[in-house]
């Protein structure tokens, strides 16, 4: 079953310079109890997917086409007073950089405690009791509730957001770069929770990065996303076994590997464009080494190759990659 | 002889203390390291955040002033040079903040940024001044060099930013190359064009480059040989391809298993480190790592371990196997 299922999202910035066009003609469907990335460099346009999903966008930002089907309901029309309860025990997320904003004079547990009572009708101690088994979940001492943040470390801060996200017992989560800012080992251990939960739990998840070696360790499927447009969809293993885009091959040929031979990275050359005036066609025609004319003019369909593999290319399945 | 033999380097910062504060606090960035780096070579510093990469760098180049110890730079001890003979030294040296956008300041054209080493030092009249800086934007990549001398930082891309840093760093034809990548990169294709950049510009004029980094992948791709630091001490230091092999210490164990792997059938062996980093002000005596490691023995917490020489060419500092 799916539980979200994105369908030709448009979502635009308006600036003094003109609009950012950050989401453009994006299809997502994600699966119950799925663990999905969402993968790309910086400023391509994820975070502003997960904001758009949950219309948690700026003054600026606005959506002008598409659906976003949550559990068969669309939340593109739906007004402010329901998408509040969607983004509580629906939707939950986890914005990047968080842990900077929890507030300083505050001890953590009564920080989430706050937000709990503020979403349903439980008393404080029902609350407090429910921090506690978070924490836990988590894996962290409830005694540590008792702390204000600047007692945390930074992984403790991140695990205590989680813990928060996942207060009111959500169907899904959207993690937006959730370990960026942490040290490896720290991060490691973060990522070993998230995926202890959501298994427990059987949680669906939506988790943001650009960094496609946590990805890889965290989802079972895997979106990528250039420009404004998610390019390719598939699951993990096909996807860096024989993908089915340019793009999605020059991501792979980035990163170094701890793991296997030294191989020589073949980065994509040149820079991603500015969304403000993004090329015409392929958005990735200015880059791609198999672009031809077609590309410059014409936007390449996103299809499906084979089941629930997807790729937003003239030429997907002719060229050679990998 | 080695181009570089760095003996018991140290670096502590004094805390300024409260008005009342009898005693002052000093943290100790970097404490008692010792290693040699040869001509041409790649030299990685690798650890988590806070562990003295960056000091470290520093003080081989000579922007900060070593507390004790001795670095030999063919032979002559430039720990402690003061004035003109400093001046004389920074001629064969550069540091690399690959941060682009901290490292360049914003009032300064690109021909003032890259012109800036060659005024200090006295190169040139304002004519050669121009001719070197055409060459050193042309030794990067950023063609024609008409086309961005008189431009502004802003008024470049991320990826262009960080070429000027690297042509700043060129221009006065330096020996030797600290490079220090901040703590994340987020434009990875960017971030694999540099490093590619960095390795071709290492062969091509013979530079022997140090690389500071907190991602051992990266290290692993950049250099020869890597020095893993914990809390400002250096823990073990191997060729690459051993370190990532064939590692001793516990805590660059604990660190490599720690490294997610861009591949999703990988499966990784987790070490799990109990407790966090500690704080480097004012540390306990002994090992570091004492407090976290589990092979920890009485002497572990009295004496500070020796980084020697287990098997050529491969160091560690730790009782179990020094
Ligand atoms: N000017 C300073 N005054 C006081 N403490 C400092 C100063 N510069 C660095 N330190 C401290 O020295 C220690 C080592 O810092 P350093 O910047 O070398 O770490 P690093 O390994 O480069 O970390 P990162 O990966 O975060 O860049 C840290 O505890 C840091 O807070
Ligand atoms: N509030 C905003 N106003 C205008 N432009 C924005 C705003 N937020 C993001 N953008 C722009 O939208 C594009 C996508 O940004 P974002 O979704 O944050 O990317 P990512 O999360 O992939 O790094 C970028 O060009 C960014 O500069
Ligand atoms: S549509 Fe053309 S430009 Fe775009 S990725 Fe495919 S081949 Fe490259
Ligand atoms: S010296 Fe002792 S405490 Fe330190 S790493 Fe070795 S065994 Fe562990
Ligand atoms: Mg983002
Ligand atoms: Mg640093």
Same mark, same amino acid.
């Given at each position: 079953?799916?539980?979200?299922?994105?369908?030709?999202?448009?979502?635009?910035?308006?600036? /003094?310079?003109?609009?950012?066009?950050?989401?453009?003609?994006?299809?997502?469907?994600?699966?119950?109890?799925?663990?999905?990335?969402?993968?790309?460099?910086?400023?391509?346009? /994820?975070?502003?997917?997960?904001?758009?999903?949950l219309?948690?966008?700026?003054?600026?930002?606005?959506?002008?086409?598409?659906?976003?089907?949550?559990?068969?309901?669309?939340?593109?029309?739906?007004?402010?007073?329901?998408?509040?309860?969607?983004?509580?025990?629906?939707?939950?997320?986890?914005?990047?950089?968080?842990?900077?904003?929890?507030?300083?004079?505050?001890?953590?547990?009564?920080?989430?405690?706050?937000?709990?009572?503020?979403?349903?009708?439980?008393?404080?101690?029902?609350?407090?009791e429910?921090?506690?088994?978070?924490?836990?979940?988590?894996?962290?001492?409830?005694?540590?509730?008792?702390?204000?943040?600047?007692?945390?470390?930074?992984?403790?801060?991140?695990?205590?957001?989680?813990a928060?996200?996942?207060?009111?017992?959500?169907?899904?989560?959207?993690?937006?770069?959730?370990?960026?800012?942490?040290?490896?080992?720290?991060?490691?251990?973060?990522?070993?929770?998230?995926?202890?939960?959501?298994?427990?739990?059987?949680?669906?998840?939506?988790?943001?990065?650009h960094?496609?070696?946590?990805?890889?360790?965290?989802?079972?499927?895997?979106?990528?996303?250039?420009?404004?447009?998610?390019?390719?969809?598939?699951?993990?293993?096909?996807?860096?076994?024989?993908?089915?885009?340019?793009y999605?091959?020059?991501?792979?040929?980035?990163?170094?590997?701890?793991?296997?031979?030294?191989? /020589?990275?073949?980065?994509?050359?040149?820079e991603?464009?500015?969304?403000?005036?993004?090329?015409?066609?392929?958005?990735?025609?200015?880059?791609?080494?198999?672009?031809?004319?077609?590309?410059?003019?014409?936007?390449?369909?996103?299809?499906?190759?084979?089941?629930?593999?997807?790729?937003?290319?003239?030429?997907?399945?002719?060229?050679?990659?990998? | 002889?080695?181009l570089?033999?760095?003996?018991?380097?140290?670096?502590?910062?004094?805390?300024?203390?409260?008005?009342?504060?009898?005693?002052?606090?000093?943290?100790?960035?970097v404490?008692?390291?010792?290693?040699?780096?040869?001509?041409?070579?790649?030299?990685?510093?690798?650890?988590?955040?806070?562990?003295?990469?960056?000091?470290?760098?520093?003080?081989?180049?000579?922007l900060?002033?070593?507390?004790?110890?001795?670095?030999?730079?063919?032979?002559?001890?430039?720990?402690?040079?003061?004035?003109?003979?400093?001046?004389?030294?920074?001629?064969?040296?550069?540091?690399?903040?690959?941060?682009?956008?901290?490292?360049?300041?914003?009032?300064?054209?690109?021909?003032?940024?890259?012109?800036?080493?060659?005024?200090?030092?006295?190169?040139?009249?304002?004519?050669?001044?121009?001719?070197?800086?055409a060459?050193?934007?042309?030794?990067?990549?950023?063609?024609?060099?008409?086309?961005?001398?008189?431009?502004?930082?802003?008024?470049?891309?991320?990826?262009?930013?960080?070429?000027?840093?690297?042509?700043?760093?060129?221009?006065?034809?330096?020996?030797?190359?600290?490079?220090?990548e901040?703590?994340?990169?987020?434009?990875?294709?960017?971030?694999?064009?540099?490093?590619?950049?960095?390795?071709?510009?290492?062969?091509r004029?013979?530079?022997?480059?140090?690389?500071?980094?907190?991602?051992?992948?990266?290290?692993?791709?950049?250099c020869?040989?890597?020095?893993?630091?914990?809390?400002?001490?250096?823990?073990e230091?191997?060729?690459?391809?051993?370190?990532?092999?064939?590692?001793?210490?516990?805590?660059?164990?604990?660190?490599?298993?720690?490294?997610?792997?861009?591949?999703?059938?990988?499966?990784?062996?987790r070490?799990?480190?109990?407790?966090?980093?500690?704080?480097?002000?004012?540390?306990?005596?002994?090992?570091?790592?004492?407090?976290?490691?589990?092979?920890?023995?009485?002497?572990?917490?009295?004496?500070?371990?020796?980084?020697?020489?287990?098997?050529?060419?491969?160091?560690?500092?730790?009782?179990?196997?020094?």
């Open positions: 079953m799916k539980i979200l299922e994105v369908n030709n999202l448009r979502m635009y910035f308006s600036t /003094k310079k003109g609009d950012v066009k950050a989401v453009e003609g994006v299809s997502l469907e994600i699966g119950k109890g799925e663990s999905v990335g969402l993968v790309g460099e910086s400023g391509c346009g /994820k975070t502003s997917i997960g904001i758009s999903i219309k948690l966008l700026p003054d600026n930002g606005r959506i002008l086409e598409g659906e976003i089907l949550f559990k068969g309901d669309d939340l593109v029309p739906k007004p402010e007073d329901e998408m509040r309860s969607v983004r509580w025990n629906g939707i939950s997320m986890i914005f990047q950089a968080a842990m900077n904003a929890l507030n300083p004079v505050y001890k953590v547990g009564d920080q989430i405690v706050e937000a709990i009572m503020l979403h349903e009708e439980v008393s404080k101690e029902e609350a407090y429910r921090v506690a088994q978070l924490y836990e979940l988590v894996g962290m001492s409830p005694e540590r509730a008792e702390n204000y943040p600047h007692e945390y470390s930074g992984g403790m801060k991140q695990r205590a957001i989680i928060m996200a996942l207060a009111c017992d959500p169907d899904m989560i959207i993690a937006d770069e959730p370990t960026t800012a942490l040290d490896v080992i720290v991060q490691d251990s973060i990522i070993k929770e998230i995926k202890k939960i959501q298994a427990k739990l059987d949680m669906t998840m939506l988790y943001i990065s960094d496609i070696s946590v990805i890889a360790e965290t989802c079972e499927r895997i979106a990528v996303m250039y420009a404004g447009n998610v390019v390719e969809y598939s699951d993990s293993v096909t996807l860096f076994a024989s993908p089915l885009h340019p999605t091959n020059g991501l792979l040929s980035s990163f170094p590997s701890i793991k296997g031979p030294l191989k /020589k990275l073949n980065p994509i050359p040149g991603p464009p500015n969304l403000l005036n993004p090329p015409t066609g392929c958005r990735f025609h200015t880059r791609c080494p198999f672009a031809q004319r077609l590309c410059k003019e014409q936007v390449p369909e996103f299809r499906e190759f084979q089941e629930r593999h997807y790729a937003a290319c003239h030429f997907a399945g002719e060229l050679s990659l990998r | 002889m080695p570089l033999d760095v003996q018991d380097l140290t670096k502590l910062f004094a805390l300024k203390g409260g008005l009342f504060q009898k005693q002052t606090n000093y943290v100790h960035a404490e008692d390291v010792s290693f040699q780096i040869e001509k041409g070579e790649s030299f990685g510093l690798a650890g988590e955040s806070g562990c003295g990469k960056t000091t470290c760098g520093k003080l081989l180049v000579r900060i002033d070593p507390t004790e110890g001795h670095i030999y730079f063919k032979g002559e001890d430039i720990a402690y040079l003061k004035g003109s003979a400093l001046k004389e030294f920074r001629k064969n040296v550069q540091m690399i903040f690959q941060d682009p956008y901290e490292s360049l300041n914003p009032r300064f054209s690109i021909m003032d940024t890259i012109a800036e080493p060659l005024i200090i030092q006295d190169i040139g009249t304002p004519e050669e001044r121009e001719e070197l800086v060459n050193a934007l042309k030794t990067v990549d950023l063609n024609p060099p008409e086309d961005f001398i008189f431009r502004f930082p802003h008024e470049l891309s991320g990826g262009q930013r960080q070429r000027i840093a690297v042509a700043r760093a060129l221009v006065i034809n330096p020996e030797f190359i600290v490079a220090d901040p703590m994340s990169m987020l434009d990875v294709s960017i971030r694999a064009g540099v490093m590619n950049l960095l390795l071709e510009l290492k062969e004029f013979n530079l022997t480059l140090v690389f500071v980094t907190h991602d051992l992948a990266v290290a692993r791709y950049m020869n040989r890597v020095a893993i630091m914990y809390v400002g001490k250096m823990v230091l191997a060729e690459t391809e051993e370190l990532i092999g064939n590692p001793y210490h516990p805590y660059t164990k604990a660190l490599l298993s720690a490294v997610p792997v861009p591949d999703p059938k990988e499966k990784r062996e070490i799990e480190l109990r407790g966090r980093v500690p704080t480097p002000i004012n540390p306990a005596p002994g090992c570091r790592f004492a407090p976290r490691c589990e092979y920890a023995k009485d002497i572990c917490a009295q004496q500070d371990p020796v980084l020697t020489e287990v098997e050529s060419g491969h160091w560690i500092a730790c009782f179990q196997r020094g």
